[in-house]
Structures are given as C-alpha cells and as structure tokens.
C-alpha cells in the first residue's frame, strides 16, 4: 500500500526554525516529484515546494523563497522541508503529495498529484 507519513510540524515563534518531513512507504520515491502544499484555517490549500524525481530540480513558491529548502533522501525515502524565519503567516496544516511516477514538476507543485500525506500542524505564534 502506497504511503506518505509527515511529521515535525509544532508551534514555534517567529524567526523559528523546523524541519518536516514526508516519509514514504510501499513504492520506491525515486520516480517520484515530491510537494509540499499547505492549508490555513479558513483558506484554500496552496502549493509550497516541489522536487523533481530524475533531475532533482527544486522550485519554491514566492512567499517562501529564500526561507525554504526542500530536499529529498531516496535512500532513506523521504524528502524534506526546512523551514527558517517562520513567520505567523505560515501557519497552516502542512501536506506531502506525490505523482504518478514519472511526472514532473510544474512550477513548484507536481505536474499531477495521486498520493497525500495527512498533515502536519505548523503553528508560528508567540
């Protein structure tokens, strides 16, 4: 059965720091552009980061470049999000997603998405 498990979400104060990851279960990740997208209360989920599966190309959305940085281990199945100078407006649950094999990145989400963690709380707060 194909899986994606996130953890590391929590709350954290502004300027904080945390590292989420999406660790995948039951197909190899290798073939697989990997995103992160988030939902705040009350607001559509929107994309944040995407990794592409044979280049390993990185995209990121506006409101987190230069603050972001996805990364994948495919020894270990898992890809990453580090997250620095959280702000309160990145306060949302966090979602892994993953495509059929093969796709692509489109911009910084996956061209197609077929596989969803169930999310992670990241609240920035003080």
């Known amino acids: 059965q194909l899986q994606l498990v996130e953890s590391g979400g929590g709350l954290v104060q502004p300027g904080g720091s945390l590292r989420l990851s999406c660790a995948a279960s039951?197909?190899?990740?290798?073939?697989?552009?990997i995103g992160w997208f988030r939902q705040a209360p009350g607001k559509e989920r929107e994309g944040v980061s995407c990794i592409g599966s044979s280049d390993g190309g990185t995209y990121y959305a506006d409101s987190v470049k230069g603050r972001f940085t996805i990364s994948r281990d495919n020894a270990k199945a898992t890809v990453y999000l580090q997250m620095n100078s959280l702000k309160p407006e990145d306060t949302a649950v966090y979602y892994c997603?993953?495509?059929?094999?093969?796709?692509?990145?489109?911009?910084?989400?996956?061209?197609?998405?077929?596989?969803w963690g169930q999310g992670t709380q990241v609240t920035v707060s003080s």
């Open positions: 039951g197909f190899t990740l290798d073939y697989y552009a």
């Open positions: 997603a993953a495509g059929p094999p093969y796709y692509h990145c489109s911009g910084y989400v996956p061209s197609s998405t077929r596989y």
